[in-house]
């Protein structure tokens, strides 16, 4: 695999629970890919999570809800939303 492509992770604890019963949840970022090249695959992506131990975030970490960008060389590009309801994911 190129050195240059990498996965990262970050995250933060609310400190309280939120609420969105009779609410909108907005949530916003934004994310530039620079130095896209012919062979370049890869996202950046925002998922909500119900419960986490952040001390054992990975990429497979159940979550709620996640979105964002997928880029694929040039010219395939997609925004992706996935919400898991019951069990399965809603894409």
């Known amino acids: 695999p190129p050195q240059n492509l990498a ?20 949530v916003q970022f934004s994310v530039k ?3 896209k090249q012919f062979h370049f695959c890869g996202g950046g992506y925002i998922k909500l999570f119900s419960d986490l131990n952040q001390s ?5 970490a159940p979550y709620e809800i996640m979105f964002g960008p997928d ?3 040039y010219d395939v590009g997609h925004v992706h939303v996935i919400v898991w309801h019951k069990g399965r994911p809603k894409p």
Do not use: D
């Open 33 to 35: 890919h620079s130095r």
């Open 56 to 60: 054992n975030l990975t990429g497979a």
């Open 7 to 26: 996965h990262h992770a970050a995250s933060a604890e609310m400190a309280e629970q939120a609420s969105t019963v009779n609410k909108t949840l907005v």
């Open 71 to 73: 880029i694929c060389g």
